[in-house]
């Protein structure tokens, strides 16, 4: 009997090639570390998203 082979994706932190598998709790991460390490780009607020300010953004009183 063939089994089908793992769909295999790139870890978003580290690079590493590593198979995807939907029992795995830090997916789409290799493991806990690179889970981590981008938890703590965003709590450093090393990731931005852009956006304009819209007049709702802006204080009443201007």
């Not at 089908?4 to 090639?17: D, E, I, K, T």
């Not at 981590?36 to 009443?60: F, M």
Request: with cysteine.
């Amino acid at each position: 009997m063939d089994q089908a082979q793992p769909l295999m994706v790139r870890c978003p932190s580290c690079g590493l090639m590593h198979a995807y598998r939907t029992d795995n709790p830090y997916r789409p991460f290799c493991g806990k570390g690179c889970k981590a390490i981008d938890l703590g780009a965003w709590a450093s607020e090393a990731y931005r998203v852009e956006a304009k300010p819209s007049s709702e953004d802006l204080p009443d009183d201007l």
